[in-house]
């Protein structure tokens, strides 16, 4: 079965840096698309950053654009998220998510979620 890992959270400072990897197991398909979701004590999970497959295109959302990128290493199916110019409204649980398109349909997996907390 496919499982994602998250790793590379912790404490930073607001306008430190810090990079999150997905390492994604199980995956057989060829087509499919990583992505970056977050969620902050209270609030809905939003979409961060997305990077598609095979083309590699990316999307941000508005509040972290600039700030944020999103890449990937395909030979070993992991997503990175190296996240620049920190705040405090970046604290959040970071998921990885998988989706695997069909022609079907589609399916998402998840990741257990990786803390960042952006403290002085």
């Known amino acids: 079965q496919v499982q994602l890992v998250e790793s590379g959270g912790g404490l930073v400072q607001p306008g430190g840096s810090l990079r999150l990897s997905c390492a994604a197991s199980?995956?057989?398909?060829?087509?499919?698309?990583m992505s970056w979701y977050r969620q902050a004590p209270g609030q809905e999970r939003e979409l961060a950053a997305t990077?598609?497959?095979?083309?590699?295109?990316?999307n941000y959302a508005d509040s972290v654009k600039g700030r944020f990128t999103i890449s990937r290493d395909n030979a070993k199916n992991t997503v990175y998220l190296q996240m620049t110019s920190l705040e405090l409204e970046d604290t959040a649980v970071y998921y990885c998510?998988?989706?695997?398109?069909?022609?079907?349909?589609?399916?998402?997996?998840w990741g257990q979620g990786t803390q960042v907390t952006v403290s002085s």
């Open positions: 990077i598609t497959s095979p083309g590699g295109t990316t």
């Open positions: 199980g995956l057989t398909a060829s087509m499919y698309s």
């Open positions: 998510n998988v989706r695997v398109v069909f022609v079907w349909g589609r399916r998402d997996y």
